[in-house]
């Protein structure tokens, strides 16, 4: 680790940022399995804020890999690093008051909590959100869009995650989606509604 370097907190300060551009950030972290629906909520949910001329940005799982992690693979070693990284660049953003989606699997709970320390040690502290995109395997793999889960089965895939590979559900996340009972409009105003609740962002009119 570098030890000739130097944190510049520059002249803008967080409260001035915050209240210039009118919105405070937040991070707003989606994990489940692969085909969960986390990709096209995050999509739907960026719209929407963006909509409401509110500053989103969406990070996601896959486009992340073709750039910043496109070193890193699917091993344990890797996605631990992956989320790390993730949870820094998350950070980064929501500390400049943009409202940050993230859809990653996410799949170790000792990841996300890294994650969210991350931003509670962050002075001042930044507001995480797990939220939880739940859908049964069956349900997952009747899906399977890219067909992975069929090449998992097959073992064309090692290290796959709910097949060959753990996948440690949130026991407490801040919002909890059923998405083989709710729609992707309904999930995206589950998300607004937690939102507006905890004064994150304006209520609509």
Do not use: C
Request: no cysteine.
């Amino acid at each position: 680790m570098a030890t000739n370097i130097t944190f510049h907190e520059g002249s803008v300060s967080h409260q001035e940022r915050t209240q210039l551009l009118g919105q405070q950030g937040a991070t707003i972290w989606l994990t489940g399995l692969s085909a969960s629906g986390k990709s096209t909520i995050a999509t739907a949910l960026e719209q929407h804020l963006l909509q409401r001329k509110l500053h989103a940005f969406r990070l996601d799982g896959d486009n992340v890999r073709f750039g910043l992690n496109k070193d890193l693979g699917f091993g344990p070693t890797d996605r631990v690093e992956n989320i790390r990284r993730i949870g820094e660049v998350s950070l980064l953003f929501s500390s400049s008051a943009t409202l940050t989606i993230t859809a990653f699997i996410s799949p170790y709970v000792s990841d996300r909590q890294l994650a969210r320390k991350l931003h509670e040690d962050h002075k001042p502290s930044i507001r995480f959100i797990e939220v939880f995109v739940d859908a049964p395997l069956s349900v997952v793999e009747k899906r399977d869009p890219k067909g992975l889960y069929q090449k998992a089965r097959a073992g064309e895939i090692k290290e796959f995650t709910g097949i060959s590979a753990p996948y440690e559900a949130p026991s407490s996340p801040e919002i909890h989606i059923k998405t083989d009972e709710v729609d992707v409009a309904q999930a995206v105003r589950i998300i607004v509604d937690y939102l507006e609740k905890e004064e994150l962002i304006p209520k609509s009119a």
